[in-house]
């Protein structure tokens, strides 16, 4: 039997093992996606003269 | 450097700085729920038809005052003391930088109070969306920033203790899901708080006079990033507590851990953009902006919610089918304690996060339904079923066993607490329920005056709205004493609880450690919880589709 500590950590695990980086990415994704992508909308609206 | 005690009753080492900042805040937001909860008393005898209670400016009032206190200062105060507890007491570590939890507690404090005494001032009754044009005082805005910043604080604690305790390998492998749990709503927090911080800044500055203007649209865009995700951080925040009650309470492990992570992942991606949903008649964005966040995006977190409803039931059904409740379908489900308010809470906030709340939620984003019952009761309704039933009650359910043993004092009023799950689980689903109804035939939120006598468009709603108006009123007093009892139980405990006694012999496996630990339950199938998915499924599907037709029926196009 294979000694589970020896075997490499899958990539999936390290991502969700690394609080910093899920940090990064909850905050990017919904900045991007929501905020700024919902700013720009409202910038490109035509200013009534 | 750190001081530890061990729990005599879990066998946790607890630091004595988490276990102090956990308790204050923890006791704070008790208070805070208080004070929501008899302002929303006073809102639901106001929108009760036949009573009437307040008069127009003092309803707005307590109306700002309700939310304020009731989405933001109970819920993120209870936050912080479950991020403390998560982080420092089921990894085993030491509270990192325990001054700047106070700085956290003391901010959070002044900020709450600095706004509550501006909506008491009468001056700002913005409610708690605080739309521009609306203005408060400065003070209201200043309050919430500082509070704000405060909550920024405590996150920071939390991921340098979570962080630190990796490094210092308190833990073997990856950290407990009820942990990983609570820094997935610490992550929503912290993108809340920023984008909070955006806005509300120069929302200030505008209240003290030095800028002129704020473009009412591209404030509701950056303010929902706050308001709705605030809410988001709730949903991650008291599904750790199910799994945690799960563990705690009958040993259980997810059905599959790496499944349980990824549905909380997949909230770390997706779930803040359902804050587009409160946008979704603004005329000024396009479909493709809206359709992607409240569909597209949002749908793959709502298979995490589905999945998290299927795994916490499921992960107590495998474990008491392990201790040979297996007659039939439901034996496990008979043979749980459900005079236990911890068990009774989170399995009540289970059932009526996911068919009232999840239901609605999806419903409401979905953009031409949400034609139907935009801004209209059935709003407060989602959310009362979300906040106050999911949340809430799962906060309640999860104080039952961390006060006690915290401060290590037998429960106070034991018998009444047995009541206080069922009731205010009852009355907040009815009110759900109700506002819901009176939201899909037309009236108004937030809206004083629901027969619209000075409109100038005149507008009859049928009496039906006006009688769930009056049940969602009744519904409120039923809430409104199952939360009566939850804060006496409280107190009680503290003020009054005899002191436990010590256990003999320490406990080798302690009950509690479940939540602490990482893993799979394994070879164990939960029909059960299969069978109860396919009829939420299905209430799903249907109440989906009768709402299309329902907009059939009331916008025929031809």
Redesign the interface.
Known sequence: MADQSQEPVPF??KV??N??L??A???L???V???L???Y??MQ?PVSR | MAEFRTCPETGFKIDLQADKLIKWNAVTSVVFLLVGGLFGLLVALTRWPEIHLLPAELYYLVLTGHGLDILLVWIIFFEMALLYFTSAILLNARLVAPMLGWIQYWLMLVGAAATNVAVLQGNSSVMFTSYVPLQAEPLFYAGIIVFAVGALIGCGVFFATLVTAQREKTFEGSMPLVTFGAMVAAIIAVFTIATGAAILLPTLLWSLGLIPYIDSLLYKVVWWAMGHSSQQINVAAHIACWYAIGGILFGAKPLSEKVSRMAFFMYILFLQLASAHHLLVEPGISSEYKIFNTSYALYIAVLGSMIHGLTVPGSIEAAQRKKGFNKGLFEWLRKCPWGNPVFSGMFISLVSFGFLGGISGVVLGTEQLNLIMHNTMYVPGHFHATVGAGTTLAFMALAYWVVPVLYQKELWGAGMAKWSPYLFGLGISLIAVFQMGAGTLGAPRRHWDMTLSEAAIGFDLPPAAFLMMGLNGVAALIAGLGGAIFILNMVGTILLGAPKAAPAVAPAAPAASGAAVSGSAEGVTVPGTFFLAIIFLVTFILYYFVNWKFLASVWPLS
């Open positions: 999936m695990q969700l093992d609080p910093l899920l940090l990415i909850g905050v994704i919904p900045t996606l929501y905020t992508w919902g700013v909308e409202v609206i």
